[in-house]
């Protein structure tokens, strides 16, 4: 049923709340498990009033970012793969909805598994939620578990 499941994360604990549901998953289904984080670049104003500069800046901490992005992944690889899952890892850049549904059709997964973060209110408008994002979006099934406060 499920050959190929995108596991969206974000470096935090509650986002890994959906792997013990993956590990389950990909094990009665034999299915790979693609682990995805999405980096996005950030406007940085340091004050320099050179273009160059600043622009300097903000590449050196996407490079960052994304290097911690994949000590991150890799990790979490490392634990699925004790559990005799088929892992693979990418790293995106962007925005984290366009991120997941963009890897969803590259990869052709059957399923996205992912941990919400319950944000309500206030914090859902200025946050936004990626969880809603993807349901609005995506056209495969979902899988979603709240995660509560860790």
């Given at each position: 049923m499920y050959g190929t499941i995108l596991v969206p994360l974000d470096g935090s604990e509650r986002a890994e709340v959906i792997l013990s549901h993956v590990i389950e998953l990909a094990k009665k289904f034999s299915?790979?498990?693609?682990?995805?984080?999405?980096?996005?670049?950030?406007?940085?104003?340091?004050?320099?009033?050179?273009?160059?500069?600043?622009?300097?800046?903000?590449?050196?901490?996407?490079?960052?970012?994304?290097?911690?992005?994949?000590?991150?992944?890799?990790?979490?690889?490392?634990?699925?793969?004790?559990?005799?899952?088929?892992?693979?890892?990418?790293?995106?850049?962007?925005?984290?909805?366009?991120?997941?549904?963009?890897?969803?059709?590259?990869?052709?997964?059957?399923?996205?598994?992912?941990a919400s973060h319950g944000r309500s209110g206030l914090g859902r408008v200025f946050y936004g939620s990626v969880a809603a994002g993807i349901l609005q979006r995506v056209d495969r099934p979902l899988l979603i578990i709240r995660s509560s406060d860790l």
């Open positions: 299915a790979k498990v693609i682990l995805l984080e999405s980096v996005e670049q950030k406007l940085i104003y340091t004050g320099d009033l050179e273009i160059s500069a600043t622009a300097a800046k903000a590449d050196a901490e996407l490079a960052k970012q994304t290097q911690n992005a994949e000590s991150y992944v890799k990790g979490v690889k490392e634990k699925l793969e004790k559990q005799n899952i088929q892992v693979t890892t990418r790293i995106m850049q962007g925005p984290p909805v366009e991120a997941i549904i963009a890897m969803a059709k590259q990869e052709n997964a059957d399923l996205i598994a992912m």
